[in-house]
């Protein structure tokens, strides 16, 4: 029995005059590939140890998608796990926001490609690119169409083949990212407040802190671009820390301010993960207890888009969160682009 949302929390959409329905998360699903590549793996590939990486960054393991394996195959296994477990069909479905920056392929849009995989033929289908934060982004586009009645039915995925990206022989960068999928379905639940508000933002005057040069107009791929390595990610590791601290911080109060809420009233923090010292800093500097933070980077590494997706869907499966739960996600990302979300779930 879902708890009358009205006496959980207020929805700080009333308050602005919004007279739309509310947008829930009605199901959740991920998936990971099957290949795990060890710190100890990495030992043998590059000048690094389990030690240097486990301390740094927290994390021992990450999921490697085979050859034949791209971005829009675990995007799709991700959503279909969802809607099995939402009882949704694929004809059900409006629209499908697959967030990504690692697309199989320029265009189309890795959307479209799930949306035959899945075989959802009427929905509409596109892809966002916001790196890390695409997740959070791409539900509050899918949130807009629900509240606004153009759609009933939003398939949202985060989903990365960032192995098909990373340099395996640059240490800075190969230690911390791997592959995975995650998928929400978007739908107006009854008596729900579900997404009560997200906050993005973005500061483009940084976006040399991490990129990946090629493949764009800017650079097309050249004998010259691939031999330089611009095809692969790129990232200025200590500049990165210090902003994605700051932004997942201040835009997860800007959260909650807008709630109401403060900290000790969320059940579950879902921070992206890119590194336990990151998870530590906004943890504390928000005034969460470490019980309050979900953590699976230790098993999965950086998956960019896919990490909060997975994490929530690895959440609720535990049980760590419950229907009538507040939730905060918080994530940051290449940009730079930021954002965090208080969900009622
Ligand atoms: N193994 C061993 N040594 C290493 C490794 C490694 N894998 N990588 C770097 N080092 C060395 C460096 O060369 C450096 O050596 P030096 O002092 O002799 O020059 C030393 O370790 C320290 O390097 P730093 O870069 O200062 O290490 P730092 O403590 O900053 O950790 C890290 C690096 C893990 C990358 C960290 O800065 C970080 O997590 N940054 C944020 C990443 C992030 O949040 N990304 C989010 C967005 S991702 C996206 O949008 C796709």
Redesign the pocket.
Known sequence: MIPPASKVVKNPRAKHGFRGRTCSITAVGSYVPEKILTNADLERM????DQ??TT??GIKQRRIAAANEHTSHMAAKAALRAMAKGGISPEQIDLIIVAT?TPDMPFPATACLVQQQIGAYRAAAFDIEA??SGFIYALEIGQQFIMSRTYDTVLVIGAEKLSAIVDWTD??TC??FGDGSGAAILQSRPNAHGLLTACMGADGNKADL?SMPGGGCRCPATADSVSARLHF?R?E??E??KN?VNAMYTAAQESLRRCELCISRIKCVIP?Q??QR?IEAVGERLGAKPEQVFVNLDRYG?T?AASVAIALDEAVESGRIQRGDLILLMV???GLTWGAAVIEW
């Open positions: 590059v000048d690094t140890s240097w990486i740094r960054t920056i790196a890390c240490r800075n230690v911390l991490l990610l990232m590791g200590k990165t820390f994605a992206h890119a590194n990151i950086n960019s940051f990302g290449a």
